[in-house]
C-alpha cells in the first residue's frame, strides 16, 4: 500500500511539471540525450577528483555531492522551466566547477 502512494505521489510530481514517470524513463530525445551525457561526465570528473583525495577529502566531497544532487534537484522542479533543460544546465556548471577544484588541485600539489 505505502509504494502504491509513493507511485501515485511521483506521478503527480513529474506530472506536474509536464513530464510523465515513462518520459523520463525510456524517453530518448535530444535534451534527454543531452542531460545523460552530462551526467556521464559529471560521473567521469567525479573519479578523477575522488581519486586525488584523501579519505577524510572523499568522505566530505561525496556528502558535498549527496547535497548539491538534492539542492539540483529541487531547483529544478520548483522553478517553473524546462526541468530537464534546467537539470543538464545545472549539471555542467557542476561539472565546470569540480574541474576547476581538479586544476587547482593538481597545481597545489606540483608545487
Known sequence: ???TAY???LVFLFGSIGLSLSSLTYAQNPEMERYQAALIELKNTQKQLVEKLTDED???FITSQRHWNRF???DCLNLGVNPLYCLESRTKERIQHL???L???STEKST
Request: charged share 45%.
Open 99 to 101: 574541474k576547476d577544484f
Open 7 to 9: 507511485k501515485y505521489l
Open 1 to 3: 500500500m505505502q509504494r
Open 103 to 105: 586544476k587547482n588541485l
Open 72 to 74: 539540483k534537484n529541487s
Open 58 to 60: 572523499k568522505e566530505n
